[in-house]
Each structure stands twice: as structure tokens, then as C-alpha cells.
């Protein structure tokens, strides 16, 4: 679907980046080899460790920036939300 959105619904101007967000998307998923830049979606420490989250089933996952700088060294990798209050 990702590569879809990219050839055929995006702008098909080569100087212009494609970009998407995901907060589930893993280094080792295909989604975020389509896009010339990626990004992370709440990262980071105090993601769902608040006292509203406590005894919850909420995503507890490791920030994964290392994971993907290291298998897409030349992208471009930003945080797109880090908050949603």
C-alpha cells in the first residue's frame, strides 16, 4: 500500500521528498523504505508511562531512532508527532 500511495497518489516531482508517519512502524518493516524521509511517530521517553496509563495494556516501546538510522543511514528521519494533548 505504502509503495501505491508513493508512485501513484503523490506529486511525481523527483525534487520534491515523499514523507509518512507511523508510531508502529519497525526498521525492519517495508514501509518505511518507500519514503525518502521518515517519521516517527511518539517516541521517546514518557510515551504512555503517565499515572493515566498505569495498569494499562498501552504501547510501551523502545524509541526505535537508532534502530532506523542504522538501516537507512542516508534519510532523513524526523520525530513528525511527539504529542497528542
Sequence with gaps: ????VATDHCPQVPTRPVMAGDEFCQAD???AAVWDVIGLNYQGEGIRDTPEFA???AIHTTPQYDAFHKKFPGKLIVSSETASR
Design 1 to 4: 500500500m505504502a509503495v501505491a
Design 29 to 31: 518493516m517495508p514501509f
Design 55 to 57: 495498569g494499562t495494556k
